[in-house]
């Protein structure tokens, strides 16, 4: 069983590589558990610090067609298409959001045609794809209204990935996102980065300025439910995904407010004054438009999972980034 | 004001440019009325019929990059653009829909933004983008959920409309058209082809075959009432489409069946037995995931139009296309 992830050097990427290498088998086409003999880490850079036989690391662009060519051959069975420009940068640069974010998932979806071996793609879309108004909860069925490039180009993508599965070129099977907190390492460009900054910064000692007022609700999950859930994705037979479309995955709604006093809770009240509020128009304008509350009726049928409480992500954080002990 | 019809040697494309012709005037960028100088058709194939020195045929493939630059100039204020590969052709032709219904609208789209002069675009999308579990009557509020290429492909190109006219570099307005009926000419490739064909034929004395049982219901619209709403999704001003995508257009809930029995009322007894029920899986499957009743309550507040009676809708058709004398 050979897999790809595309991606694989970002945070997502090496995390859903180190848990699918300690896994060590995913379901085959018939869905058979197999153990994994290639598992190949597509990104700009060269993702760090894999040492194990299995791991092959490819640097390029995956919106070129020869590197994808030579990434998703007819011996991938698992593909786990990550890789992406993210909400902020997407609606900066409205051609690099095109080109990574809709061309990229194109080209992999004609090359896995190509090869015909009908390959599970896992694609992760996001609650972006919601937008304008909206219902006060997000149902299973709301459509996709995307108010920005980056939930455009991810809802056009889902209708990519649906129509190659129906016409059997792939098993593909679309995930809508929360939005993922806490996420380790620097603020990136998502429009949504503030919902780890506002923790992690905090938790390192640092100063974070969050750019939205203390009401604003986010729907969030913690990166090791969304690791679970997109191997949960693949190892599901794809039932479940068909005629459907994309999958809302649960989540928790809470405020962040609500997160920043959840991390007093498990840090200490002194991490809260780390926290400088500090609105900005531009985040506002994107963040506003995503909702903040769900019924994931069908994820959870499918047995997607998501946290108990907004204090389990910071002790858990806590404990897998900084070693079991804040700033 | 230079208007460009993509298609424009189809049917509708043909309509609509006569209809154009005659109002001889379209609303610029500020909504006011300014005269058709310029009216571009491009075809695969050169419009034919067309004396009027406004006119300017030009026969190329709407997926060439560099014919698109050739017609979409910053001259044009109007586009409609309607060429597309009709359903069963996207279906059986997989690559031809994507390259056709797909790509020649991002590149229409690219190179209205390259120009910078924010054309108005109206784009024609379709009914087909709904499918699967739907409820008896789709709303405004029912997601695309498409089980077929054509709608597929359709239901993507609604999503770059929105976010090319949401970023400002067009202004642009899609609408869903029901299925049109009584189209003239020969049968296509649409697997809605039927819908025409058991009216068209038994007018002109030849037998016509049914692919679907008399029970089957259809949400129809005349051409007359389409080219009507294609002129007045152009005529708005921007903000019935703004964040909300598409609009369902209206049109008639009918059975195959009734259309028929219309087509007696109008023509004569004896023209129903030219029709001949003969099932087809393949046309079925694909009219089987489509909607057959809608309500409308968008386009309807935003003052498009519908037929009265199907009965009208045939009585439109042999004054308009048989001289006021069926066969």
């Given at each position: 069983m050979e897999v790809l992830i595309t991606g694989g050097a970002g945070f997502l990427g090496a995390k859903l590589a180190r848990q699918l290498l300690e896994k060590g088998t995913l379901a085959d086409a018939s869905g058979k558990q197999q153990p994994i003999t290639r598992l190949t880490l597509l990104d700009m850079v060269a993702a760090q610090g894999f040492a194990d036989p299995r791991v092959n690391v490819v640097t390029g662009d995956v919106s070129d067609a020869t590197t994808l060519a030579r990434v998703v051959t007819p011996s991938v069975q698992a593909i786990f298409h990550l890789a992406a420009v993210v909400s902020g940068e997407a609606e900066a640069d409205f051609d690099l959001g095109m080109r990574i974010n809709l061309d990229s998932t194109r080209l992999l979806l004609e090359q896995a045609r190509k090869n015909g071996n009908r390959p599970r793609v896992v694609f992760t879309s996001t609650v972006a794809v919601f937008g304008g108004d909206m219902p006060p909860k997000v149902l299973d069925s709301t459509p996709a209204t995307p108010q920005g490039s980056y939930g455009s180009q991810k809802a056009a993508c889902e209708l990519l990935v649906s129509d190659f599965t129906r016409k059997g070129f792939i098993d593909g099977r679309s995930l809508r996102l929360p939005t993922i907190s806490v996420r380790p390492g620097k603020a990136n460009k998502a429009a949504s980065s503030f919902a780890s900054g506002i923790i992690r910064e905090p938790l390192n000692g640092v100063v974070s300025e969050c750019p939205?007022?203390?009401d604003t609700k986010v729907w969030v999950l913690s990166p090791r439910c969304t690791i679970k859930n997109l191997i949960h994705a693949h190892e599901l037979d794809s039932a479940g995904f068909a005629r459907k479309g994309a999958v809302n995955l649960p989540g928790l709604t809470i405020t962040v407010g609500e997160m920043v006093a959840a991390m007093g809770r498990v840090a200490g009240a002194?991490?809260?004054?780390l926290v400088q509020w500090k609105e900005d128009e531009a985040v506002m304008k994107l963040v506003r438009t995503w909702p903040g509350d769900f019924v994931t009726e069908r994820a959870n049928a499918m047995g997607f999972v998501h946290d108990v409480s907004f204090d389990d992500v910071v002790t858990a954080y806590i404990e897998e980034e900084l070693g079991g002990k804040a700033a």
């Open positions: 939205v007022p203390p002194d991490t809260m004054n």
